[in-house]
Structures are given as C-alpha cells and as structure tokens.
C-alpha cells in the first residue's frame, strides 16, 4: 500500500493532466515488505473528468498493459462521455512496467500481488478526489477485480464491470487441473520455488514460479461463479454472444450468479469491429445508473 507521501507524489502528477479527454501519464510507488521503498513503480494514464460523474478504473487482461486495444479504445471513449478514467498498468513485478510480458519471461507475480496494486490505485483516486468509483476490467482483469470485490472493497467503489470475464485456462490435456494444483501446492510446502513451462492461458510456455502458476490456476470457473454469487458488491458481467472460451454454457452459468449479465450478440471476447460501439453504450449506461 502506498504512504502519505507516495500518494502526494503521484497526485502531484495528475494535477498536471490537461483536461477533457486528454491523457496524462501518471506513477505511483508502490511499498511492499521486504521491497526498499520507491524501488517498485507502477504506471498509468489518466484521463480527467466532469465533478458529477463517477471515475473509472479499466484494468487490463493477463499480460497486457493501458496500452491493450480495448483498454485505450474504452478510455477514450468514457473520457469522451466526460467520465474520468484511470488505465493502470499492473507491475507483474517489474518497476515502470511499458509492455506486455512475454510468456517465456520468468513470472512470479500472483493475483493478491495484483489485488494490492487495486486497493494502491483506488486509495490514489480517492486522495485525487474521493467521488464515486466504478472498476472495470477485460477478461483475466475481470477475475481480478472480483478478487479484490471478494475482500474488503472500499466503500467509495459503487460497482464492479467485468468485460469476457475468464479464468486463466490450463491447456494440458494429460493433467487434470486439479492434479496440477495439488502438485503445484505439494512443490511449494517442500520450499521448491524453481520456474517451470506450463501450457497456461494463451500461452504455450508460461515460464513461472510454482507459487505464481498456483494463484492463478486457483481461480477455477467453479471458484468464479461462487465469488460472483456470494460478494455483495453490485457486479456486472457483459459478455460477447460469440465468446465460446469457456464452454457454450458459461452464460447460462453466469446468469445463475447474484450478478447480471449484459450479452453483445455477435461479439467476441476482445469486443472488436463495430461492437466496441455497443461495449461502449452498455458501459455508459451502467455508469449513469451507479449510485452516487
């Protein structure tokens, strides 16, 4: 979590973006035990807006940075609407993070390392101006929003959005997931944290420490919908009707949660084409019906 200072540094940044939708790039450092202060830092882009709409925060899926396609399309279009949004680009352990991680990198970040950075940036805003906050993420950032919503969210975050929601897919046909989970957990007990290749979400050889893997492959689809069903926060799904990557059945799935469940028919998980135009209606008219 950030200090006083840390966070009076950052909004000392911010208050230099240019206003409508103009993006300014925003730093925040980042305090983490056994971590020397200042050395871990965190980027974003944020986008200024009108004092009587909420403010966004738009996370973006696995790997990926602000900079992702949907991410950046999404914010220029709710800048557009005169909402403020905040891109960050989640560290994944390196400092001023720019671009996307490559799968054979060696990885060990881990979702509660993700879900602090969250908690980091939601304190930057409301020290920034503690107005209403709506989080909205893209597909793996869904799943990282509902595990910061699993928590304690801060009162100041009035809904949760989460774009082609998905768990982060083990791809390795002769091991069941479960099995891997147990194999994952049994390395970790026995102090083995030496980086392996998995064939993990879309990557082919996702080079990670067992601790890493084992977070991820921890939210399960089993595991999402109970979150989903169980957390208070109002929470919103929108989902492509061609979005077939975790089962034909996976929206009938959601629709059984506490959550509802917005369908784009035709589109698929990255909302692309003429649907970022229906993607961008959905949002806004979530945002207009958020509870101040």
């Not at 103009?22 to 944020?46: C, D, I, N, S, Y």
């Not at 998905?166 to 026995?190: P, S």
């Not at 998995?198 to 921890?218: G, H, M, N, Q, V």
Request: a positive charge.
């Amino acid at each position: 979590m950030p200090n006083r200072a840390v966070r009076m540094i950052a909004l000392l940044t911010a208050l230099v973006a240019p206003t409508g939708v103009g993006a300014a790039p925003v730093e925040l450092a980042l305090v983490a035990a056994g971590v020397k202060p200042g050395a871990m830092v965190a980027r974003a882009e944020f986008r200024p807006g009108d004092p009587d709409k909420p403010v966004v925060l738009l996370l973006h899926g696995f790997l990926q940075t602000h900079d992702f396609p949907i991410i950046h399309q999404l914010a220029e279009g709710l800048a557009s609407e005169g909402y403020g949004v905040l891109a960050p680009t989640l560290t994944l352990g390196v400092t001023h993070r720019r671009q996307s991680l490559a799968c054979e990198a060696v990885h060990t970040h881990d979702m509660d390392g993700a879900t602090a950075e969250i908690s980091a940036w939601i304190d930057w805003l409301k020290a920034l101006d503690p107005k209403a906050i709506v989080l909205v993420g893209h597909s793996l950032g869904s799943t990282n929003l509902l595990a910061y919503a699993a928590g304690r969210p801060d009162p100041a975050v009035r809904k949760f959005i989460g774009i082609s929601i998905i768990e982060g897919i083990w791809n390795r046909k002769d091991v069941a997931r479960e099995h891997e989970i147990a194999r994952l957990r049994e390395r970790i007990r026995a102090g083995d944290r030496a980086p392996a290749s998995y064939p993990f979400s879309f990557c082919k050889t996702f080079r990670a420490a067992p601790d890493s893997l084992l977070s991820y492959l921890e939210w399960t689809p089993d595991r999402i919908l109970k979150t989903a069903s169980r957390t208070r926060a109002p929470f919103v799904f929108i989902m492509g009707g061609r979005d077939e990557r975790l089962g034909p059945d996976w929206l009938d799935r959601l629709r059984a949660t506490r959550a509802r469940v917005r369908v784009i028919e035709g589109a698929n998980h990255f909302m692309d084409g003429a649907y970022e135009f229906d993607l961008l209606d959905h949002l806004v008219r979530e945002l207009r019906a958020t509870p101040r």
